[in-house]
C-alpha cells in the first residue's frame, strides 16, 4: 500500500493546529493510534487542500482513537487534561483550553 500525504502546510488556523499536535503528540507517546473524522477531516482535505468553500463550519474536532482497554482511553484522557484540556459532563469529550496549550 502507498502512503499519500496532502501537504496543508500553513493553510490550517493556529487553533485548529493547537488542538491537532497536542492530540496526536500525546496518543503517540502512549502508542495509541488515531485519526481525525467528521467534519474537521472533510475541511482538511476539500477546503485546505482543494480550495473547496466551506458551506458550514464546525468548532469541534472529532478523533477516532485505538485503545486496546478502558484504562489505556483513561491514560490518554489523563495526558490531556495534564497538558491543559478541559474535562466536560461527557466523559469521552474533552474541551482545548487555548490558554492551557503551548
Given at each position: 500500500?502507498?502512503?499519500?500525504?496532502?501537504?496543508?502546510?500553513?493553510?490550517?488556523?493556529?487553533?485548529?493546529?493547537a488542538?491537532?499536535?497536542?492530540?496526536?503528540?500525546?496518543?503517540?507517546?502512549?502508542?495509541?493510534?488515531?485519526?481525525?473524522?467528521?467534519?474537521?477531516?472533510?475541511?482538511?482535505?476539500?477546503?485546505?487542500?482543494?480550495?473547496?468553500?466551506?458551506?458550514r463550519?464546525?468548532?469541534?474536532?472529532d478523533?477516532?482513537?485505538?485503545?486496546?482497554?478502558?484504562?489505556?482511553?483513561?491514560?490518554?484522557?489523563?495526558?490531556?487534561?495534564h497538558?491543559?484540556?478541559?474535562?466536560?459532563?461527557?466523559?469521552?469529550?474533552?474541551?482545548?483550553?487555548?490558554?492551557?496549550?503551548?
Open positions: 500500500m502507498t502512503s499519500t500525504s496532502l501537504d496543508i502546510t500553513n493553510k490550517v488556523d493556529s487553533s485548529t493546529l488542538v491537532l499536535r497536542s492530540v496526536t503528540d500525546a496518543a503517540q507517546r502512549l502508542a495509541i493510534p488515531l485519526f481525525v473524522i467528521g467534519a474537521t477531516a472533510r475541511d482538511l482535505v476539500l477546503h485546505h487542500y482543494y480550495g473547496a468553500t466551506i458551506s463550519s464546525t468548532q469541534d474536532i478523533f477516532a482513537i485505538q485503545v486496546p482497554d478502558w484504562s489505556a482511553f483513561e491514560a490518554l484522557k489523563a495526558e490531556l487534561l497538558i491543559g484540556f478541559l474535562e466536560t459532563r461527557t466523559s469521552h469529550r474533552l474541551k482545548f483550553s487555548k490558554g492551557g496549550l503551548g
